[in-house]
């Protein structure tokens, strides 16, 4: 079954307002196996609400709006759907009574403009708002829910599981696997794997993060079997470039194996400042293996705080190889990590651009440094050194034999 969004607000378009409500929706539409065809954004205009409606239930099973439900002149949704559905708008006698209620509840006057908030079209059946205003309603495969996020995420549920009832559907959940890479460029990888990729029950996608691509293989759950199979010919193939699946994180990884092997880190960071180790501070848990991070950014830093000798900076420069190796050796845990770099995006210079950076990680007794040299503007790179920082001190711990 195929349905599709239309989003509702001219705020979405100018980018007053981030979308989260399709996040949420297609993650709950997953569950009963409803996948999104189109997802449509459309200001608040009653002629591209309408032409929005006519596309979608052309293309899709069901059409979902979301916002427009409110009582202002800019809230135009239910007149759209009306007009589209040919059905008057109608005010129930007993819905009005709810809303006059929560308006006293809350000691709001209630205005003559807000009867529009349970106005809908006739034969509509309403979904209860528990958390606001305005009830959602369905008619003719057509679903409307406020824009508030926390009153879409209260009835949106309650829709789903009527709708399922309601159609007698058999509900074969949509079954996402998740692979998260790191070190092969994203053409790289597709030529690696496409030939896993031969049933046509199965799609996969590349999804290009800071932290890494994701390769997104997707279908339902009675060709999950087919997913895992194709999950270890991947595994086979590109393993060692494979740090986690679905929602793991580096970070988290890198924690439990610290934990497991008694290890305790501390992090010197440059060029990154702090973001490094905000990284681990976001583990739950952390406080158990995390000693401290110190953003040694200038010079003098470096010097009083991780004891390194002036004439080696003098010498090598802040970044440099050397000096990277010297910050973690200041460290006193077994696990350390150290960034120095030139982020820019001013700083550069022919022997040593914008966008070179070292990584010194120090596990137990051996230490190595890594030399990158990175693209993009001064944020990127600063995320990019954290990536490869944590994904480096992964694959030393797992190769690290206690």
Same mark, same amino acid.
């Given at each position: 079954?195929?349905?599709?969004?239309?989003?509702?607000? %001219?705020? &979405?378009?100018? @980018?007053?307002?981030?979308?989260?409500?399709?996040?949420?929706?297609?993650?709950?539409?997953? $569950?009963?196996?409803? $996948?999104?065809?189109?997802?449509?954004? !459309?200001?608040?205009?009653?002629? *591209?609400?309408?032409?929005?409606?006519?596309?979608?239930?052309?293309?899709?099973?069901?059409? !979902?709006?979301? @916002? +427009?439900?409110?009582p202002t002149?800019?809230? &135009?949704?239910?007149?759209? !759907?009306?007009?589209?559905?040919?059905?008057?708008?109608?005010?129930?006698?007993?819905?009005? &009574?709810?809303?006059? /209620?929560?308006?006293k509840n809350?000691?709001?006057? =209630?205005?003559?403009?807000?009867?529009? /908030?349970?106005?809908?079209? /006739? @034969?509509?059946?309403?979904?209860?708002?528990?958390?606001?205003?305005?009830?959602?309603?369905?008619?003719?495969?057509?679903?409307?829910?406020?824009?508030?996020?926390?009153?879409?995420?209260?009835? #949106?549920?309650? #829709?789903?599981?009527?709708?399922?009832?309601?159609?007698?559907?058999?509900?074969?959940?949509?079954?996402?696997?998740?692979?998260?890479?790191?070190? !092969?460029?994203?053409?790289?990888? *597709?030529?690696?794997? $496409?030939?896993?990729?031969?049933?046509?029950?199965?799609?996969?996608?590349?999804?290009?993060?800071?932290?890494?691509?994701?390769?997104?293989?997707?279908? %339902?759950?009675?060709?999950?079997?087919?997913?895992?199979?194709?999950? *270890?010919?991947?595994?086979?193939?590109?393993?060692?470039?494979?740090?986690?699946?679905?929602?793991?994180?580096? *970070?988290?990884?890198?924690?439990?194996?610290?934990?497991?092997?008694?290890?305790?880190?501390?992090?010197?960071?440059?060029?990154?400042?702090?973001?490094?180790?905000?990284?681990?501070?976001?583990?739950?848990?952390?406080?158990?293996? =995390?000693?401290?991070?110190?953003?040694?950014?200038?010079?003098?830093?470096k010097v009083?705080?991780?004891?390194?000798?002036?004439?080696?900076?003098?010498?090598? @420069?802040?970044?440099?190889?050397?000096?990277?190796?010297?910050?973690?050796?200041?460290?006193?845990?077994?696990?350390?990590?150290?960034?120095? +770099?030139?982020?820019?995006?001013?700083?550069?210079?022919? /022997?040593?651009?914008?966008?070179?950076?070292?990584?010194?990680?120090?596990?137990?007794?051996?230490?190595?440094?890594?030399? #990158?040299?990175?693209?993009?503007?001064?944020?990127?790179?600063?995320?990019?050194?954290?990536?490869?920082?944590? #994904?480096?001190?992964?694959?030393?711990?797992?190769?690290?034999?206690?």
């Amino acid at each position: 079954m195929k349905c599709t969004l239309v989003l509702v607000g %001219t705020e &979405l378009l100018n @980018g007053a307002t981030i979308d989260t409500n399709s996040i949420y929706m297609a993650e709950e539409l997953n $569950k009963y196996g409803i $996948k999104i065809a189109y997802k449509l954004t !459309i200001g608040d205009s009653l002629e *591209e609400i309408i032409e929005a409606l006519k596309f979608a239930k052309k293309n899709s099973d069901l059409t !979902i709006v979301s @916002g +427009g439900l409110g009582p202002t002149d800019d809230d &135009l949704t239910k007149m759209a !759907i009306s007009k589209f559905l040919n059905k008057k708008l109608i005010v129930e006698k007993d819905e009005l &009574l709810e809303l006059k /209620e929560k308006f006293k509840n809350l000691n709001i006057k =209630f205005l003559d403009k807000n009867h529009k /908030e349970v106005e809908k079209p /006739e @034969g509509a059946l309403s979904i209860k708002n528990d958390v606001g205003m305005a009830p959602a309603f369905y008619i003719d495969d057509v679903v409307a829910f406020p824009g508030v996020p926390r009153e879409l995420f209260n009835m #949106f549920p309650k #829709f789903l599981e009527f709708y399922s009832k309601e159609k007698n559907r058999k509900v074969d959940p949509i079954y996402i696997k998740d692979l998260i890479v790191v070190g !092969i460029p994203e053409s790289h990888l *597709e030529e690696k794997i $496409k030939k896993y990729f031969t049933s046509p029950d199965i799609e996969y996608e590349f999804l290009v993060k800071d932290y890494g691509i994701i390769v997104r293989m997707q279908t %339902t759950q009675v060709y999950k079997n087919t997913v895992e199979k194709i999950k *270890e010919k991947i595994y086979n193939s590109i393993g060692k470039h494979i740090f986690g699946e679905d929602k793991e994180t580096l *970070e988290n990884k890198i924690v439990n194996l610290l934990k497991s092997k008694k290890y305790s880190i501390s992090i010197a960071e440059s060029c990154t400042g702090g973001q490094l180790t905000s990284k681990f501070i976001d583990v739950p848990g952390v406080s158990e293996v =995390f000693k401290e991070g110190i953003i040694s950014y200038s010079n003098v830093s470096k010097v009083q705080r991780l004891n390194i000798d002036k004439n080696i900076i003098d010498t090598y @420069g802040a970044v440099s190889k050397e000096v990277a190796k010297k910050m973690v050796l200041g460290l006193d845990t077994d696990i350390a990590i150290s960034t120095t +770099g030139i982020a820019g995006p001013t700083g550069g210079t022919e /022997e040593k651009p914008v966008g070179l950076v070292y990584v010194g990680i120090k596990v137990k007794e051996k230490v190595s440094t890594f030399k #990158f040299n990175f693209k993009g503007d001064r944020s990127r790179i600063r995320q990019k050194t954290v990536l490869h920082s944590l #994904f480096e001190l992964y694959k030393m711990l797992e190769e690290d034999e206690q």
